[in-house]
């Protein structure tokens, strides 16, 4: 089935590929019946989007975890800052605004779970066998290491995990993502599946 999205997805703010979003999609809807789906990074929701027209066809749901207040590339003076998503009030960056926007023009709030909290805190208590995980949330090797630690265990077997932002070669993108597929490839836990653009992907055995 090719998704079928509620909003025309150029209009969301965000960092993913057609291809990858495609793909999320397609390994969202496989593993509904295995258990919940969950994502670390959700910005302004385009990941979100594909994700959660997924779950929906399947009465499913996604956890969207995000505290966001972004990384470090999206902070006043750095490259990927967006001055529309700066909260000069208490001077921090702040997407969860445009975030429920997006979430309510794509009707997803019935499917889509927000949790504003930094990835390490929102697992301290988690215990939902989970269908699918998500990892694009903070780039740096201790972010990407916390995420992996944080998520990976709480995915059944035959569930997916999803690792965003690979770049094999160090000149073309940071390492973290990276380092974390590399440990769940070596981890012996996971059937690796061909990478689609930066997204790579594995199924738990
Ligand atoms: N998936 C999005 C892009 C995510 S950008 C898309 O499709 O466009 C990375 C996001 O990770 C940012 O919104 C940032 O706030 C969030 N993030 C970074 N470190 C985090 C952490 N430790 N806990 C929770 N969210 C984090
Ligand atoms: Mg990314």
């Given at each position: 089935m090719p998704p079928v999205l509620?909003?025309?997805?150029?209009t969301v703010k965000g960092f993913l590929a057609e291809d990858e979003g495609e793909a999320l999609f397609q390994h969202c809807l496989a593993t509904a019946a295995l258990g919940p789906c969950l994502e670390v990074g959700?910005?302004?929701g385009k990941s979100t989007i594909y994700l959660g027209a997924a779950a929906k066809t399947r009465n499913n749901i996604v956890y969207a975890v995000d505290?966001?207040?972004?990384?470090e590339e999206h902070q006043?003076?750095?490259?990927?800052?967006?001055p529309d998503l700066y909260d000069s009030g208490v001077k921090l960056m702040d997407s969860f605004r445009e975030f429920r926007i997006n979430m309510r023009k794509a009707d997803l709030e019935q499917t889509v779970v927000p949790i504003v909290s930094p990835s390490a805190v929102a697992s301290r208590h988690w215990a939902t066998p989970l269908g699918m995980v998500f990892i694009d949330g903070g780039h740096s090797w201790e972010a990407a290491l916390t995420d992996y630690r944080s998520w990976v265990t709480h995915i059944v077997t035959g569930g997916i995990l999803a690792i965003h932002?690979?770049?094999?070669?160090?000149s073309k993108g940071g390492q973290a993502p990276y380092d974390i597929w590399k440990l769940a490839k070596a981890s012996g836990l996971f059937e690796e599946l061909p990478m689609v653009n930066t997204l790579g992907l594995f199924r738990r055995v």
């Open positions: 509620p909003v025309d997805i150029n959700s910005y302004c505290h966001h207040r972004g990384s006043l003076g750095e490259a990927y800052h967006d932002d690979i770049f094999p070669d160090p």
